[in-house]
């Protein structure tokens, strides 16, 4: 088991900048990648970036350039740098991480926190 507690969410005017964190306890161990998916209301959740465990990351092309993902492994803590930041940007955001145990994978969620973006 996996337990998440992300922060840094808020209201910022776009253009503006927030970085989200993650914390991840328990079985750390068998982190192989960490995340952020967000969902927009009424839309679905989607990927926003993942960084591996040695350090490979993708980005969705609506937040390449934008968003910087990156991880401390000594604090077991990912982190979303977001930049350049627009109205569309506006979510709740999810930090995730998989784990591989005995070759099974499993996906774990954190509680979601609420990024707003005005105009």
């Known amino acids: 088991q996996v337990q998440l507690v992300e922060s840094g969410g808020g209201l910022v005017q776009a253009g503006g900048s927030l970085r989200l964190s993650c914390a991840a306890s328990?079985?750390?161990?068998?982190?192989?990648?960490m995340g952020w998916y967000r969902q927009a209301p009424g839309k679905q959740r989607e990927v926003v970036a993942d960084?591996?465990?040695?350090?490979?990351?993708t980005y969705a092309d609506a937040v390449k350039g934008r968003f910087t993902i990156s991880r401390n492994n000594a604090r077991n803590t990912v982190y979303l740098q977001m930049n350049s930041l627009v109205i569309e940007d506006t979510a709740v955001y999810y930090c995730y991480v998989r784990t591989n145990y005995r070759w099974v994978l499993n996906d774990y969620w954190g509680q979601g926190t609420q990024v707003t973006v005005s105009s």
């Open positions: 960084i591996t465990a040695v350090d490979s990351t």
């Open positions: 328990g079985s750390i161990f068998s982190i192989i990648t």
